[in-house]
């Protein structure tokens, strides 16, 4: 029986070997930690992707931890003791900044699988980083233009809202829509602004994404059945911060203007009528 266990193990032990040298050829940063030992292993693509070579890096606990950001280190910590005391939790996942070499801080991407003996403590963790700096920063970088796209237009004070063509979504609303209408973000353009369950008859996506017709404006007016205002409203695809086609639409309310006019069309047939009957 001895003799099987050990087999056993030893065959354990070849194919996790295989599967780390897999995961080596690969170039994936991974690590392995053993918790009954205290040992850490940090792979050679681990290390480079802090701009290290393999031997420039100590295997430790102590290397990973050093690295973490400031503001990410007392919550990233907490959470692998938490991890590690849980007998039920196998799987592990967060984000945290690691120092690069040069400087920098590499947004990194941590799963984590964990091994545990028949009492539930965990005797090892294995894992694995992936960089996801680039997607941090273009995030950042779609949210500060967003910010300024929000600050110009809350600027203005006619209705200005984007929505997805397909479906329908609010994707930005001004200020002029969210004292018109409240917090409707999110919410199909349809039902926030019509009060319709369906989209509307009128919706001019198929004018402004017709073939030829992207980025020219059109330009109509509607009474709005929700507020009963009337509205010139000037319609255009424009290729949103994240790279779709969306409509943008601005609308002026014209509702004076338009009750001025009505006015004076009934005068001037008052006068009209007066002159046809002496």
Same mark, same amino acid.
């Given at each position: 029986r001895t003799t099987e266990e050990g087999s056993g193990l030893e065959e354990l032990r070849l194919s996790e070997e295989r599967h780390r040298l897999a995961l080596e050829g690969s170039h994936t940063a991974l690590w392995d930690w053993d918790l009954v030992a205290g040992t850490l292993f940090l792979s050679a693509a681990w290390k480079a992707q802090l701009g290290y070579q393999d031997h420039e890096l100590d295997n430790a606990f102590e290397t990973w931890s050093s690295a973490l950001h400031d503001e990410d280190r007392p919550r990233v910590l907490a959470q692998v003791e938490a991890f590690v005391a849980d007998v039920e939790a196998h799987d592990w996942s967060t984000t945290f900044r690691l120092r690069h070499k040069d400087g920098t801080w590499r947004w990194i991407q941590a799963r984590a699988t964990t091994l545990r003996d028949d009492q539930g403590q965990a005797t090892r963790m294995l894992g694995t980083h992936v960089d996801r700096t680039a997607e941090r920063e273009a995030e950042e970088a779609l949210e500060a233009e967003q910010g300024k796209l929000r600050a110009l237009f809350d600027g203005i004070e006619e209705v200005i809202y984007v929505a997805d063509p397909e479906t329908h979504e609010l994707l930005f609303v001004n200020e002029a829509v969210r004292a018109l209408m409240g917090d409707v973000l999110g919410?199909? /353009?349809? @039902?926030?602004?019509?009060?319709?369950? %369906?989209? /509307?008859?009128? /919706?001019?996506?198929?004018?402004?994404?017709?073939?030829?017709?992207?980025? $020219?404006?059109? *330009?109509? $007016?509607?009474?709005?059945?929700?507020?009963?205002?009337?509205?010139? /409203? %000037?319609?255009?695809?424009?290729?949103? #911060?994240?790279?779709?086609? *969306?409509?943008? @639409?601005?609308? #002026?309310?014209? #509702?004076? #203007?338009?009750?001025?006019? $009505?006015?004076? @069309?009934?005068? @001037?047939?008052?006068?009209r009528t007066f002159l046809d009957n002496t």
């Open positions: 919410r199909p /353009c349809f @039902e926030a602004l019509q009060g319709r369950d %369906s989209p /509307c008859p009128f /919706c001019t996506n198929e004018r402004i994404f017709a073939e030829g017709r992207r980025g $020219e404006a059109y *330009v109509w $007016e509607f009474r709005n059945e929700v507020n009963g205002r009337w509205y010139r /409203c %000037s319609d255009k695809a424009i290729r949103w #911060t994240d790279g779709r086609w *969306v409509r943008m @639409e601005l609308a #002026t309310d014209i #509702t004076e #203007t338009r009750q001025a006019l $009505e006015r004076a @069309e009934a005068e @001037e047939l008052k006068v």
